[in-house]
């Protein structure tokens, strides 16, 4: 009877996980809730809310390691440099834009960015800084 009631227990936690709602974002940037009962949704939440931030002068921005920095420097790819094509590439200044969150190595690097109140994800592989999404070598 114990084995029972345990077994049970487990099926009906398990059970729960298969049962909740699904979050996924549509090729144009929509956001859809997928439900439980195979029907589907439109957020209420917009896309601008969602990549909304706030450029206030208490965040911390993101500093780079000492040893990635002071090779990148050689290259022309640092944060400095990063705001800088960032600036031309979103028309805004260098002072609206603040660095959120990065995951920098020597050869490649993502970055989370705030951009005049917009957040907006920038990768970089060597030297070259794009938007996430863009194709920066076409032929």
Known sequence: MKYLTLLSLTLLFSLK??????????????????????TWDYSTESLSEMNSCSLDSNIIEYISDRKIYSQLKTQGATIEDLKKHISIDMGCKISEIKILDASEQLGNAIYIVCVCGKKVKYRRIGTVFFKDGEIPFKQ
Do not use: P, S
């Open 17 to 38: 996980g298969f049962c909740q709602n699904i979050t996924a974002i549509t090729t144009n940037g929509r956001t859809v809730i997928l439900k439980a009962d195979k």
